[in-house]
């Protein structure tokens, strides 16, 4: 079955090759995209000795559960915040064996949001061992629009660092 476009399956090949190059393994955590970063790199064949796994974190307690989100950061920021992503990425770090993380959190729509959080707002965050990369977006369109555009910059800050580590670019 093949769920993704060329432009996400462009991407998530690449991540794999580079991450791979480095001995790199991945892990995703997930919030707007239900799993959908985690299946794009899975649709590659080969993909296994990169992947490690995929934290689907929904609600605020998977995210706390799983991940070790501090309640103090979803009350005080919510869950769709900078201070969560990079408390979801650096989680996945470090309930994983892997050496990338990349996180995102957002409100995908159609409902949902708020003046402070429109629909369309993702946070992303990549972390490593040594540090955590955060970026804000917000993206146009209905929710499978906002989803796409979420997966697609998710793997572009993935890959960025990659490339960043290996000392090559695309």
């Not at 892990?27 to 959908?36: D, K, N």
């Not at 689907?56 to 769709?80: C, D, F, R």
């Not at 915040?81 to 064996?97: D, I, K, P, Q, V």
Request: contains cysteine; negative net charge.
């Amino acid at each position: 079955m093949d769920n993704f476009d060329n432009q996400i399956r462009d991407l998530a090949t690449s991540v794999l090759e580079h991450c791979r190059a480095i001995g790199w393994k991945a892990a995703t955590a997930e919030s707007c995209t239900g799993g959908l970063i985690a299946g794009a790199l899975t649709e590659i064949a080969g993909s296994s000795d990169v992947v490690d796994r995929g934290f689907v974190t929904y609600s605020n307690e998977a995210k706390m559960q799983m991940l070790g989100v501090p309640a103090k950061i979803l009350e005080v920021h919510g869950a769709v915040s900078e201070a969560t992503a990079r408390a979801m990425a650096s989680g996945a770090l470090e309930n994983s064996g892997a050496a990338v993380t990349v996180a995102v959190t957002g409100v995908a729509g159609p409902g949902g949001g708020s003046t402070e959080k429109p629909v369309g707002l993702v946070h992303f965050a990549v972390a490593t061992p040594d540090s955590v990369v955060a970026e804000r977006r917000v993206f146009e369109g209905d929710r499978g629009a906002v989803r796409h555009q979420t997966v697609l910059h998710a793997l572009r800050m993935v890959l960025a660092r990659a490339e960043a580590r290996s000392g090559t670019s695309t």
